[in-house]
C-alpha cells in the first residue's frame, strides 16, 4: 500500500513538473506594455439636429458593436474602442463607432479625456481616423496581418459592454473571410471574446504589434459565441494614409466578375487542383479588357500574390491604387499566360454588353428547356443575347444550381446569342462532354457545370 502511495506521489510530482515547463505566453507583460495606447470612445450625436437614423455600413451582417442608441429626444451615444497609432494623436477606430457623431470624447487607460477631431472616414472598410491634442502620446507597433499564421496566439483590448481596457485572448482561426457583400476586406478570424464596445479595438500578437482591429462577430443571442472578425492591419493602414493625405480612398479595378473553381470546372479547365479566380465577365473598356483577359481565365496570380480563391482577389485589387501597372498570370488553355494591365477606379456602375437575339423555344433533351429572350426578360436581366431558362425536368440539374428565368450567355467557349447558337452549340457536345455553362443568374454571371 505505502509503495502505491508512494509511486502516485512521484506520478503527482512528474505532472506537475511537466506543467511548469509549458510556455505559456506571458499576457501580463502584453497587456502592460500595450494597454495604455488603447482607449475608449463615446460618440454622441444631438438626436434634434440630425434625426435621420445612423446609417448601417452592411445590412448583411449579423451584429456590429456599440452601445445602442438611446431614445427619441435625447442625445443618442454610441460608444466602442480605438489606439493610439502616433505619438502627436492619431488614432484608429472603425467608422460605425463615431458614424453621425457630433462629438466624440476619447478617454485614455490614465483617465485624461480629449475630444476627438475626425480626420477621415472610409464605409467600404469601415475605418476611422481621429486626431487628439496631445504629446508623446503612448502608441502601439504596427504589425502585418501577412504574417499571421493560423493558430497563432492574439490578444484583444477594448471597453465590451462598456468595461473599459479589458484584456481577452485567443487564437487566428482562419484568415481571408468574406462576410456578406463586403468584397475589399480579407477579415481575419479568430476565437478572442469580444462583445459590444470592442469594436475599433486592436487585435495584438505576441510581439506587441497590431494585426488587425476588432470589427464584428456573428452570434444568434447578440454576444460573443466563439467567432469574431478584425480588419487587417495592412488593409486599416492603407485606407488611414490615403485618408490623412487625399481625405477620400481609392481602389483600383480591373474590371472582371469571378466566380470561384470547383472540382468539376478544375476537370473541364485541366487544372491539377481547383484554384483561383474564375472569370465570368470582363466589363467593356475595362484594364482586365485592354490586358487581354478573356471569359473562362482563372487569374491565378495577381501582382506576385497567389490567388488561391474568388474571394482572394478583390483585397489584393483594392489594395491598389488606380492607373497602376500590375502583372497577373492567369490559366487559360491548359497553359498559364502572362499578362499585364493599368487598373482603372474602383465604381458603382459596372456593366457588360452582349449581342443579338432569335427566336421561338428549344428542349433540349438535358434535363432543362430554353427560350428566346422577351422585352420583358431582357428589361428585367439587364441582357440583350442569350436564351432563357423555362423549364428543369432533371435533378441533376437542380443540384447543379442552374434556375428558371437564368439566361443562358455562354456554352463552353462558345458565346450564345440566340437559340440558334444554343442548338448548335449543344449539337456539338460529345456525349460525355460536360455542360459548362455561363449564365446570368441575379444580378451577377456564374459558371454552372452540369455532368452528363
Given amino acids: 500500500m505505502n509503495k502505491l502511495l508512494l509511486l502516485l506521489s512521484l506520478i503527482s510530482l512528474s505532472h506537475a513538473s511537466d506543467s511548469k515547463d509549458i510556455n505559456l505566453p506571458n499576457f501580463v507583460d502584453l497587456a502592460n506594455s500595450t494597454g495604455p495606447a488603447v482607449v475608449n470612445i463615446v460618440a454622441r450625436d444631438n438626436v434634434d439636429d440630425n434625426p435621420?437614423?445612423?446609417?448601417?455600413?452592411?445590412?448583411?451582417?449579423?451584429?456590429?458593436?456599440?452601445?445602442?442608441?438611446?431614445?427619441?429626444?435625447?442625445?443618442?451615444?454610441?460608444?466602442?474602442?480605438?489606439?493610439?497609432?502616433?505619438?502627436?494623436?492619431?488614432?484608429?477606430?472603425?467608422?460605425?463607432?463615431?458614424?453621425?457623431?457630433?462629438?466624440?470624447?476619447?478617454?485614455?487607460?490614465?483617465?485624461?479625456?480629449?475630444?476627438?477631431?475626425?480626420?477621415?472616414?472610409?464605409?467600404?472598410?469601415?475605418?476611422?481616423?481621429?486626431?487628439?491634442?496631445?504629446?508623446?502620446?503612448?502608441?502601439?507597433?504596427?504589425?502585418?496581418?501577412?504574417?499571421?499564421?493560423?493558430?497563432?496566439?492574439?490578444?484583444?483590448?477594448?471597453?465590451?459592454?462598456s468595461f473599459?481596457?479589458?484584456?481577452?485572448?485567443?487564437?487566428?482561426?482562419?484568415?481571408?473571410?468574406?462576410?456578406?457583400?463586403?468584397?475589399y476586406v480579407p477579415y481575419i478570424q479568430s476565437d478572442v471574446p469580444i462583445n459590444r464596445g470592442n469594436s475599433g479595438g486592436p487585435l495584438i500578437n505576441l510581439d506587441g504589434e497590431v494585426v488587425g482591429i476588432n470589427t464584428l462577430i456573428y452570434s444568434n443571442t447578440g454576444g460573443y459565441m466563439g467567432i469574431s472578425f478584425s480588419v487587417p492591419i495592412d488593409v486599416a493602414m492603407n485606407v488611414a494614409h490615403q485618408l490623412q493625405t487625399n481625405g477620400v480612398v481609392k481602389r483600383g479595378l480591373l474590371g472582371v466578375g469571378i466566380d470561384d473553381v470547383n472540382?468539376?470546372?478544375?476537370?473541364?479547365?485541366?487544372?491539377?487542383?481547383?484554384?483561383?479566380?474564375?472569370?465570368?465577365?470582363?466589363?467593356?473598356?475595362?484594364?482586365?479588357?485592354?490586358?487581354?483577359?478573356?471569359?473562362?481565365?482563372?487569374?491565378?496570380?495577381?501582382?506576385?500574390?497567389?490567388?488561391?480563391?474568388?474571394?482572394?482577389?478583390?483585397p489584393v485589387v483594392g489594395t491598389v491604387m488606380p492607373n497602376t501597372e500590375v502583372s497577373l498570370e492567369v490559366f487559360?488553355?491548359?497553359?498559364?499566360?502572362?499578362?499585364?494591365?493599368?487598373?482603372?477606379?474602383?465604381?458603382?456602375?459596372?456593366?457588360a454588353n452582349v449581342g443579338q437575339d432569335g427566336n421561338s423555344e428549344v428542349k433540349t433533351g438535358i434535363g432543362f428547356s430554353v427560350s428566346k429572350l422577351t422585352e420583358q426578360d431582357k428589361e428585367r436581366t439587364g441582357e440583350s443575347a442569350g436564351v432563357i431558362v423555362t423549364s428543369i425536368t432533371e435533378k441533376d440539374v437542380e443540384r447543379a444550381n442552374l434556375r428558371v428565368g437564368d439566361v443562358i450567355k455562354r456554352i463552353g467557349?462558345?458565346?450564345?446569342?440566340?437559340?440558334?447558337?444554343?442548338?448548335?452549340?449543344?449539337?456539338?457536345?460529345?456525349?460525355?462532354?460536360?455542360?459548362?455553362?455561363?449564365?446570368?443568374q441575379g444580378p451577377g454571371n456564374t459558371f454552372i457545370v452540369i455532368e452528363r
Fill in 332 to 351: 487559360r488553355d491548359g497553359q498559364v499566360k502572362k499578362l499585364t494591365a493599368k487598373l482603372g477606379v474602383l465604381s458603382d456602375n459596372l456593366t
Fill in 263 to 314: 472540382q468539376a470546372m478544375a476537370d473541364y479547365l485541366g487544372m491539377e487542383k481547383p484554384m483561383g479566380a474564375l472569370v465570368n465577365q470582363v466589363s467593356e473598356g475595362s484594364s482586365a479588357e485592354k490586358a487581354g483577359i478573356k471569359v473562362g481565365d482563372v487569374i491565378i496570380r495577381f501582382n506576385g500574390k497567389t490567388i488561391k480563391t474568388r474571394q482572394s482577389l478583390p
Fill in 164 to 183: 473599459e481596457n479589458s484584456v481577452t485572448k485567443g487564437i487566428v482561426s482562419a484568415k481571408g473571410r468574406q462576410i456578406g457583400s463586403q468584397q
Fill in 52 to 161: 435621420s437614423p445612423t446609417n448601417q455600413q452592411n445590412q448583411e451582417l449579423f451584429k456590429f458593436f456599440g452601445i445602442p442608441s438611446q431614445p427619441q429626444n435625447r442625445d443618442r451615444v454610441s460608444g466602442g474602442s480605438g489606439f493610439i497609432i502616433s505619438e502627436d494623436g492619431l488614432i484608429l477606430t472603425n467608422r460605425h463607432v463615431i458614424d453621425g457623431a457630433d462629438k466624440i470624447i476619447v478617454t485614455l487607460l490614465d483617465r485624461r479625456e480629449f475630444e476627438a477631431e475626425l480626420v477621415g472616414e472610409d464605409e467600404a472598410s469601415d475605418i476611422a481616423v481621429l486626431k487628439i491634442d496631445g504629446k508623446k502620446l503612448p502608441k502601439l507597433a504596427i504589425g502585418s496581418a501577412d504574417d499571421l499564421q493560423i493558430g497563432e496566439w492574439v490578444m484583444a483590448i477594448g471597453s465590451p459592454l
Fill in 413 to 440: 467557349k462558345v458565346d450564345i446569342s440566340n437559340l440558334s447558337d444554343f442548338s448548335d452549340a449543344i449539337d456539338n457536345l460529345d456525349d460525355d462532354e460536360p455542360l459548362v455553362l455561363l449564365v446570368k
